[in-house]
C-alpha cells in the first residue's frame, strides 16, 4: 500500500471512529442507522468496507466479514484491519459510556499507527528526493 494513501486512510478512520462516538453519544441510534447516517457524508466514499455494511441480524459478523473483504483487496493493511476488527467485535455491547470508552480506545490506537505511517511517508520521501537528485547529477555528468 502506498504511503501517502496509507496516511490518507488512516486520517479517514480516525475521523470515521470520531464520527461513530460522536453518533452513539447524541443520536442514540442503531449501529446500522449509524452506518446509513455515515455513508452519505462525501469524505468517507473511499472506504470501501463501509458500504458492504448491510442491515443484518449480527452486525459484529457483518462488520468482520466487510473488514476482511477490505484486507483480501488490498484497500487495508492486515495490522490496520486488526484494529477494525477489535473495535466492530465489541460495538454496541455495552452501555453508552462502555462504547464511548471502546471508541476512544481504538481513536487513539489508530492515531498511533498513524503517526508511525507519517514517520514512515517522511522518511521514505526525503529519501526519494535525495535519490533523485543523485540520479540527476550522475546523468547530467554522463552528458558533460
Same mark, same amino acid.
Given at each position: 500500500?502506498?504511503? %501517502?494513501?496509507?496516511?490518507?486512510?488512516?486520517?479517514?478512520? %480516525?475521523? +470515521? !471512529?470520531?464520527?461513530? #462516538?460522536?453518533?452513539?453519544?447524541?443520536?442514540?441510534? /442503531?449501529?446500522?442507522? &449509524?452506518?446509513?447516517?455515515?455513508?452519505?457524508?462525501?469524505?468517507?466514499?473511499?472506504? #470501501?468496507?463501509?458500504?458492504?455494511?448491510?442491515?443484518? %441480524? @449480527?452486525?459484529?459478523?457483518?462488520?468482520?466479514?466487510?473488514?476482511?473483504?477490505? &484486507?483480501?483487496?488490498?484497500? &487495508? /493493511?492486515?495490522? @490496520? /484491519?486488526?484494529?477494525?476488527?477489535?473495535?466492530?467485535?465489541?460495538?454496541?455491547?455495552? @452501555?453508552?459510556? $462502555?462504547?464511548?470508552?471502546?471508541? @476512544? &480506545?481504538?481513536?487513539?490506537?489508530?492515531?498511533?499507527? +498513524?503517526?508511525?505511517?507519517?514517520?514512515?511517508?517522511?522518511?521514505?520521501?526525503?529519501?526519494?528526493?535525495?535519490?533523485? +537528485? !543523485?540520479?540527476?547529477? /550522475?546523468? $547530467?555528468? !554522463? +552528458?558533460?
Amino acid at each position: 500500500m502506498a504511503l %501517502v494513501r496509507r496516511v490518507r486512510l488512516l486520517e479517514t478512520l %480516525v475521523c +470515521l !471512529l470520531e464520527d461513530i #462516538k460522536t453518533q452513539i453519544r447524541f443520536k442514540n441510534a /442503531g449501529l446500522f442507522e &449509524i452506518i446509513e447516517t455515515l455513508k452519505q457524508y462525501g469524505c468517507y466514499q473511499h472506504i #470501501k468496507f463501509l458500504f458492504g455494511l448491510e442491515h443484518s %441480524v @449480527d452486525f459484529q459478523k457483518t462488520w468482520a466479514q466487510c473488514v476482511e473483504r477490505s &484486507i483480501q483487496n488490498g484497500e &487495508i /493493511g492486515k495490522e @490496520d /484491519g486488526e484494529i477494525l476488527y477489535s473495535f466492530g467485535s465489541q460495538l454496541g455491547q455495552s @452501555d453508552v459510556a $462502555g462504547q464511548l470508552a471502546h471508541c @476512544d &480506545i481504538h481513536i487513539e490506537l489508530l492515531k498511533k499507527r +498513524l503517526g508511525d505511517a507519517k514517520a514512515k511517508k517522511d522518511s521514505h520521501s526525503k529519501l526519494y528526493i535525495s535519490l533523485g +537528485l !543523485l540520479v540527476g547529477l /550522475g546523468a $547530467g555528468l !554522463l +552528458l558533460i
